[in-house]
């Protein structure tokens, strides 16, 4: 995914922990959860499983975010673009 040109990294920096925020994508397979039964506090199934996938989106961002923040994408060199780092109007 991601290729070498003349020292600098390219391409496509992906962390494994991002195959996370697949799960949600689930919740679009209509036909797995298109059923009236069971059914809980009187909402059919249909309704009741997308309110819960609003739960695992939110907790499959939360975990990906805890996971990932704070890494650098590229290991080993030095991070150009630190807040840190910046200037604050010196030319």
Do not use: C
Request: glycine fraction near 8%; charged fraction near 20%; avoid cysteine.
């Amino acid at each position: 995914m991601s290729g070498k040109a003349a020292g600098k990294v390219t391409g496509l920096q992906i962390s494994p922990w991002n195959l996370i925020l697949l799960l949600p994508l689930l919740m679009l397979v209509t036909p797995w959860f298109n059923f009236d039964k069971p059914r809980v506090l009187g909402l059919p199934f249909f309704y009741w499983y997308q309110f819960l996938f609003v739960f695992v989106g939110v907790v499959s961002v939360a975990v990906v975010y805890v996971m990932t923040k704070g890494k650098p994408v590229v290991t080993g060199k030095p991070d150009r673009l630190a807040a840190e780092e910046l200037d604050e109007g010196e030319k």
